[in-house]
C-alpha cells in the first residue's frame, strides 16, 4: 500500500487554467504539507496543515489554496496557472510537526505551465 | 527562524571512496537533523536522523556526526556505490515543537564508476 498518495503523477497544462492536485496518506499522520521542488531542486515549503490548523509560507501567491477535508487528504489548488509554477510538487506527512519518524512524501506531480 | 546551509552543491567521488556533506544550523535550539536521498525521478525519503543527545549515529555505510557547539552536522557516505548517486538533504527542526523541519539546498552527489 502507498502510504502517501498524490495524483496527477504529471500535469500539463496551459497559463491561466485552474487546476488541483490531490493528496491521501494512509498513515494515520496528524500532518500533511505541501512542498514546491524547481529545476535547482530545492525543498521549498508551501503549507503545512496540522490538526486544523492552516500555515502559510508567506511568500507563497494567494493563486495557491490549500484544501483538507480531513487529516487524511490535503489537496493543492492553483488558480490562473503561470509559466513560474512549472516544478514538482510534493505532498508529505508526518505525525507531529518535527515527524517522530521523519517526513513521508508522495511521489510528486510533475506540473508543465506551456 | 532556523536557517540551514549545505555544502556542497555537487559532489562527484570514485566508486568505493568516501563522501562527506556538511550542513550548519543557525537556531541553537535545534535538536533534531534527518538527512533525505532523493534519487532522480522519485521521492525524497529518510534515511538517517540524529537527535542532540548525541554525537554520532552509524547505519552500514552512512553516518551522521553532530557538533553541538559549533551547531553543524555531517553526512559520511564509505565505500560509495554507484546506488548512492542522489540528491541528499539536511534538515533541522526542534523535536516535540510546533515547527517544521527546514530543509537545506540539497547536494548532488555522483559517484563514478
Known amino acids: 500500500d502507498t502510504a502517501v498518495s498524490q495524483t496527477p503523477k504529471y500535469l500539463v497544462t496551459q497559463m491561466g487554467n485552474d487546476k488541483s492536485i490531490k493528496c491521501e496518506q494512509n498513515l494515520g499522520h496528524d500532518t500533511m504539507y505541501w512542498y514546491k521542488q524547481d529545476s535547482k531542486k530545492f525543498l521549498k515549503i508551501m503549507f503545512s496543515?496540522?490538526?486544523?490548523?492552516?500555515?502559510i509560507n508567506e511568500t507563497v501567491p494567494n493563486r495557491f489554496s490549500p484544501k483538507s477535508p480531513d487529516k487524511a487528504h490535503l489537496n493543492l489548488h492553483i488558480n490562473s496557472l503561470e509559466l513560474g509554477d512549472s516544478a514538482v510538487y510534493f505532498c508529505?506527512?508526518?505525525?507531529?510537526?518535527?515527524?517522530?519518524?521523519?517526513?513521508?512524501f508522495g511521489s510528486g506531480t510533475r506540473l508543465t505551465v506551456v | 527562524g532556523e536557517n540551514v546551509e549545505q555544502h556542497p552543491s555537487t559532489l562527484s567521488v570514485q566508486e568505493g571512496d568516501s563522501a562527506v556533506i556538511k550542513c550548519t544550523y543557525s537556531?541553537?535550539?535545534?535538536?533534531?537533523f534527518p538527512w533525505y536521498k532523493q534519487e532522480l525521478g522519485k521521492r525524497p525519503q529518510l534515511i538517517i536522523d540524529?537527535?542532540?543527545?548525541?554525537g554520532e549515529k552509524k547505519d552500514q555505510r552512512i553516518a551522521v556526526t553532530l557538533n553541538k557547539t559549533a551547531k553543524h552536522f555531517s553526512l559520511h557516505i564509505t565505500e560509495t556505490q554507484p546506488e548512492d548517486s542522489a540528491v541528499y538533504f539536511c534538515a533541522a527542526s526542534l523535536y516535540g515543537s510546533a515547527r517544521q523541519l527546514t530543509f537545506g539546498s540539497g547536494t548532488q552527489l555522483t559517484v563514478l564508476p
Open positions: 496543515y496540522n490538526n486544523k490548523e492552516l500555515i
Open positions: 508529505a506527512s508526518s505525525q507531529g510537526m518535527t515527524g517522530k519518524n521523519g517526513y513521508t
Open positions: 537556531d541553537s535550539a535545534s535538536n533534531y
Open positions: 540524529i537527535r542532540s543527545n548525541v
